[in-house]
């Protein structure tokens, strides 16, 4: 299943769902919902959950990251993947855009 996210203030944003639920679960929204809208006036609220949670997991990944000093090429960690500031950028953009211009966001 995918999300599709639609404003008036911008193109939609398409994620798979585990993407598109855990940004959902994030911003308080029921993920299970197959429509669901987030209000103008939601947004900011919005803003501040998904960029509190990118905080977070930054945190949490320089706490765990191992010092890279110490070393060898071999031993070192590849990328963990997409974080979620990646995954949440092209939505909290949407959610900047549709605030600024008055408009929902639905899904």
Same mark, same amino acid.
């Given at each position: 299943m995918l999300f599709k996210f639609k404003?008036?203030?911008?193109?939609?944003?398409?994620? @798979? =769902?585990?993407? +598109? &639920?855990q940004? @959902? =679960?994030i911003? +308080? &929204?029921?993920?299970? =919902?197959p429509h669901g809208i987030i209000t103008a006036a939601q947004i900011p609220a919005a803003i501040r959950a998904l960029e509190?949670?990118?905080?977070v997991e930054e945190a949490a990944a320089?706490?765990?990251?191992?010092?890279e000093d110490d070393q060898t090429e071999e031993e070192a960690p590849r990328?963990?993947?997409?974080?979620?500031r990646q995954r949440a950028a092209p939505f909290i953009d949407m959610?900047?855009?549709?605030?600024?211009?008055?408009?929902?966001?639905?899904?």
């Open positions: 404003s008036r203030a911008t193109a939609d944003v398409i994620m @798979l =769902e585990p993407n +598109g &639920k940004l @959902l =679960e911003i +308080g &929204k029921s993920p299970n =919902e509190e949670a990118v905080a320089a706490a765990t990251a191992p010092d990328g963990d993947g997409v974080r979620l959610l900047r855009r549709s605030v600024a211009e008055d408009c929902d966001v639905v899904w």
